[in-house]
């Protein structure tokens, strides 16, 4: 093995280490930074942070505790999912949760209008719900790529829209019946229902499958295909990416439609899993949640799935926090902390490693230069020695 090689195969082993250190401290300075300031504000509001904790862990254990945070987590990773695919071109789609909820009510709409036999029916629902995200998403696509409007304006313009549109639809003697003091679709039949796994004392979302499924394509989309590749291309530098053949604008409206069609399987876990029906009552914010999840698991299928059970398990634990007397802000508080440490947390390191890669081209373009130097010093030596001779 030649001296040159050493070297290199030094400094290759010497990059992996600093990658897997710097991949290893960013989430660890973000949890370390996240406990210190909660425990700040838990001292600030004059309670005791270690017996928070406690609470929070003894009741986040129970068997009911755990199913209610994996059931409400799925719609928060689906939520973040559809953020993520936006995120990943530097596009901001703000509208998830008007697009799921419209999806969502356009879904129970349908299906409580028709009976198909089998999965037919939750297969038509789903369909059904991931092209109408996709329509509401697209708008503000083609609106960036036309006439160059901010998609940030208009899909924050889009959910008040779709507000409206289910409010006006969602009426008795329209496409609602009243009950009591809500107004709901009517309900899906039994075939619309979507399959659950038995566990006590509630039972899990089947749901989480397609979670799972939207996950693992969402990775394999954006990782393993040209697709991938020049979305990514696209987010990084739009320039460079122009240069080398892709159509920005495609990219953009593929990219929305993409995300409002994640964004229609929000909703489907509560409609076909819990509800069956579309409501007043039905949950909303879901969209914005995903956001502070997209960015607390960094865009990544895995990471954001730990931040949407972190998230969800923060929710369920806080109700229990204020049953024991803390004020019912604090858990906001912690999610926010959170959120602002991991992103703090990742551009610092990001901003670290970046110094030290500067750092290390530099020294390394200074021993060789030292070495051609040393080169050309030898070489002028054996000059005048073969003059001398």
Not at 246 to 274: D, Y
Not at 307 to 326: I, Q
Not at 333 to 356: D, F, H, T
Request: include cysteine; charge should be positive; glycine fraction near 10%.
């Amino acid at each position: 093995m030649t001296a040159a090689k050493l070297p290199a195969q030094g400094g290759a082993r010497s990059a992996a280490r600093d990658k897997v250190v710097l991949a290893l401290a960013a989430p660890l300075l973000a949890v370390v930074a996240a406990i210190v300031i909660s425990s700040l504000v838990f001292l600030a509001s004059g309670e005791n942070p270690f017996r928070a904790y406690g609470i929070m862990a003894d009741y986040g254990h129970y068997s009911d505790s755990q199913v209610w945070i994996v059931n409400k987590a799925v719609p928060y990773y689906l939520s973040a999912l559809a953020v993520a695919i936006g995120f990943r071109m530097n596009l901001f789609n703000i509208g998830v949760d008007g697009q799921y909820r419209l999806a969502a009510f356009a879904a129970a709409a349908v299906g409580g209008s028709l009976v198909l036999p089998g999965a037919l029916q939750i297969v038509l629902l789903i369909v059904v719900a991931m092209l109408v995200g996709a329509v509401w998403s697209g708008i503000a696509g083609l609106l960036k790529t036309t006439r160059g409007v901010s998609e940030v304006i208009t899909t924050i313009m889009l959910n008040s829209i779709a507000a409206s549109v289910i409010g006006y639809f969602l009426q008795d003697g329209r496409l609602a019946i009243k009950d009591g003091n809500l107004l709901h679709t009517k309900f899906l039949p039994e075939s619309s229902h979507f399959f659950s796994f038995p566990t006590h004392p509630k039972p899990v979302y089947g749901f989480v499958v397609i979670a799972v499924i939207a996950g693992a394509l969402y990775w394999f989309l954006l990782s393993r295909t040209r697709f991938g590749f020049d979305l990514r291309a696209v987010g990084a530098s739009e320039p460079a990416a122009e240069a080398s053949g892709v159509s920005v604008k495609r990219m953009v409206v593929i990219s929305m439609l993409l995300s409002g069609a994640a964004a229609g399987l929000v909703g489907m876990p509560t409609l076909l899993g819990e509800s069956f029906q579309y409501g007043t009552d039905f949950p909303a914010g879901i969209g914005f949640t995903g956001i502070a999840i997209a960015l607390l698991g960094r865009n990544h299928p895995v990471g954001m799935a730990f931040g949407a059970l972190l998230w969800a398990f923060l929710d369920r634990t806080g109700s229990r926090l204020e049953f024991e007397g803390y004020a019912q802000e604090i858990v906001g508080v912690i999610q926010g902390v959170i959120v602002l440490c991991v992103v703090i947390a990742y551009e610092l390191v990001r901003r670290y490693g970046l110094r030290l890669q500067q750092r290390k081209v530099g020294e390394e373009l200074a021993a060789a230069a030292r070495a051609a130097g040393s080169r050309a010093d030898d070489a002028g030596n054996n000059d005048k020695s073969e003059v001398s001779a």
